[in-house]
């Protein structure tokens, strides 16, 4: 025959009951096909021969067929089997013609030229020459125009382990940076888009706390609701306009504040000179031009003074604004708001 395609493997989907998969070239025979069933997470899994499928159409210009195995209820079918091997849903199924690297004709000496075998042993050329194509055309190649001074390297295994295939200054291939380093980096780079994302929203939440409008409730990154400081300055500002509170000068030191006659607010007065608090009543001693006459001291709100209990028959607390005086007959007056 003559060898008209290049065509050496077909690719079909799975789909967890389909069993028959059909191939469209040439082979000699059922162990020239590799069988590779592709899950939807990317595993590959080669397929066994007479294990997992069955081959047919061996020697057959226009292919054959492979029937993957599986309980089909009649135990006499070539492809029965209690195991079901199926390709699930969402799987791939690439069938390939592998033939061996063998030259298997032999010529006979002064026999018949063997047209039928030597045809067949330059298709067996022309499939391994199609084989070997093909797994070329999935290779990584520099083109026409690239020049690549050397494609082999000398470093060896513990040397490059852990390592990454590069190019060097020259363009020219190297064993370079080891894969933990790349993996560091692109956790680093994640880390730092997350420590920029994190920064941001901390910068959102500093905003939110400090300038959110008044009267309007903010969400923190966390899910923390409330209000922001500018909120509350703004409602403590009317608070105090509200209370109506005179402004404090440096003359006010010292004063009350008192609710003003017009019950309007409020205002500053000075303290009153004898608002008395504490009261001490006792005898003037003897010696002195009052002795025996009875003596009161008090302290002043505002003023100063020590006074010793032990000195007075008597003593008392009194609330602001009682007054109590003796009287030029020696009498205790008491004066009451």
Not at 204 to 212: E, F, I, P, R, Y
Request: aromatic share 8%; with cysteine.
């Amino acid at each position: 025959m003559t060898v008209s395609t290049t065509l050496n493997k077909v690719s079909a989907n799975g789909d967890g009951s389909t069993h028959i998969f059909n191939y469209t070239f040439k082979i000699f025979a059922d162990t020239d096909l590799q069988v590779i069933v592709r899950s939807s997470t990317g595993v590959e899994t080669t397929q066994q021969l007479n294990v997992n499928y069955v081959v047919t159409g061996a020697n057959s210009d226009s292919g054959g067929t492979v029937l993957f195995k599986f309980n089909t209820g009649n135990t006499s079918d070539i492809n029965y089997a209690t195991a079901d091997s199926r390709p699930p849903s969402g799987s791939t199924v690439t069938i390939t013609r592998i033939v061996p690297l063998t030259q298997v004709t032999d010529y006979v000496a002064n026999d018949p030229f063997p047209a039928d075998a030597h045809e067949t042993a330059l298709d067996r050329l022309t499939f391994i020459v199609q084989q070997i194509q093909e797994e070329l055309d999935r290779c990584i190649k520099a083109s026409p125009t690239n020049t690549i001074n050397s494609t082999a390297f000398t470093v060896g295994v513990s040397d490059r382990a852990d390592r990454l295939f590069g190019f060097d200054a020259q363009g020219e291939l190297t064993v370079s940076t080891q894969a933990s380093d790349v993996a560091n980096a692109q956790q680093n780079a994640s880390n730092a888009a997350a420590s920029n994302t994190s920064a941001g929203n901390h910068k959102d939440d500093a905003q939110k706390l400090a300038t959110n409008a008044v009267d309007t409730q903010f969400t923190l990154t966390d899910g923390t609701t409330g209000f922001s400081a500018l909120h509350y300055f703004t409602k403590s500002s009317q608070i105090a306009t509200n209370l109506n509170l005179p402004t404090i000068t440096n003359s006010d030191a010292g004063k009350f504040l008192r609710v003003n006659s017009g019950l309007t607010g409020y205002e500053f007065i000075s303290p009153p000179s004898e608002n008395a608090v504490f009261y001490g009543l006792k005898k003037d001693e003897a010696g002195t031009a009052t002795y025996g006459k009875l003596r009161q001291d008090n302290s002043v709100v505002g003023g100063g003074g020590t006074y010793t209990l032990s000195d007075y028959t008597s003593y008392f607390f009194a609330t602001a604004g009682v007054g109590f005086n003796v009287n030029a007959s020696g009498h205790l007056t008491i004066t009451t708001p």
